[in-house]
């Protein structure tokens, strides 16, 4: 379950995320994600907000992508940066969808939206030399 630090509450985190943030849609869901590289007002980062509509379905029905769609991402939780706010909208084919389809469209919309991760090893980044005149 996503530890309710990290849920996002404030209509303003919402905005910013949707407004200003990256998009990334699939067939069931859109991630939008706004990295400030601060921590946010809540001091508590990042912070994920998840929006499901009527026409998603029922209130059973929305209320069961909902809780896929928060234990998916609390073990994504991890992979965002400091300061990121990320709204996960479910889109009406979600209901059918099994976990596993949601499972796969978030980790893909998730890595369009988020940067690439900077590799730990710093060897690996430094330029190669070019051959010639050395010393």
């Known amino acids: 379950m996503l530890p309710s630090a990290h849920r996002m509450r404030r209509r303003s985190d919402f905005e910013v995320a949707v407004r200003r943030g990256r998009r990334a849609g699939r067939r069931t869901l859109v991630v939008h994600a706004a990295l400030t590289g601060q921590p946010v007002a809540s001091g508590v980062t990042p912070l994920v907000g998840f929006v499901v509509s009527r026409g998603v379905g029922t209130a059973v029905v929305r ?22 706010l990320v709204v996960v909208r479910a889109n009406p084919a979600a ?35 070019p051959a010639g005149k050395g010393g």
Do not use: Y
Request: net charge positive; aromatic share 0%.
């Open 63 to 84: 209320n069961r992508v909902k809780r896929r769609l928060r234990a998916a991402m609390a073990a994504r939780t991890g992979r965002l940066p400091e300061g990121s």
């Open 95 to 129: 209901a059918g969808a099994t976990g596993a389809e949601l499972l796969a469209d978030l980790d893909v919309a998730l890595g369009r939206v988020l940067p690439a991760p900077v590799p730990s090893d710093p060897i690996s980044t430094q330029p190669a030399q």
